[in-house]
């Protein structure tokens, strides 16, 4: 399982699994097209402070994960120090393989190396899996807003933060 920086090829494969309900039950942006795929691509490749990456095992794209660096929230000077918000998908053929989890796994450091001092993620708390992902890797479960986000079936859902930081 390798991750590397997605590219404007990785638009189909990136569709062959965003598109697919499963896959959108719990993001905000859905991608159902080629172009919709394409364009998110080229949206967090031309955004500085974000990160794309594809996620692939022997050598086929199969997931996705990335997010956005941040400056913390402060109450005086400017923190000299980033924060970055992290978000993965995975093809439903694929989990419960521990493809997820061994990306996350690659992420997370490399990420700590370039100086990001806190990753938060988050997750609403129906889904156990990615729960199980972040946990395995180290994240803390910070807290809960219950009854937080409407999802798209009119529920509303649980939104869990979870972080993990430097040491």
Avoid at 22 to 40: G, K, P
Avoid at 78 to 86: A, G, N, Q, T
Avoid at 111 to 122: E, P
Wanted: some cysteine.
């Amino acid at each position: 399982m390798t991750v590397r920086p997605a590219c404007d090829a990785d638009a189909a494969a990136f569709l062959g699994y965003k598109r697919r309900p499963e896959c959108q039950a719990y993001v905000t942006r859905t991608v159902d097209t080629l172009e919709q795929s394409t364009s998110l691509i080229a949206e967090r490749l031309d955004e500085p402070d974000s990160l794309l990456c594809a996620v692939l095992v022997d050598g086929h794209v199969v997931g996705d994960m990335g997010g956005r660096r941040y400056r913390p929230e402060s109450l005086g000077p400017e923190p000299d120090v980033h924060d970055f918000y992290l978000g993965y998908t995975v093809d439903p053929d694929r989990w419960n393989q521990g493809v997820a989890s061994a990306a996350v796994a690659l992420l997370v450091p490399a990420l700590h190396r370039v100086g990001i001092r806190r990753i938060v993620a988050k997750t609403f708390a129906e889904n156990a899996a990615s729960l199980r992902v972040l946990t395995s890797n180290g994240f803390c479960h910070e807290g809960t807003e219950r009854l937080a986000v409407l999802g798209r079936d009119g529920r509303w859902l649980d939104d869990c933060t979870l972080a993990h930081l430097a040491t």
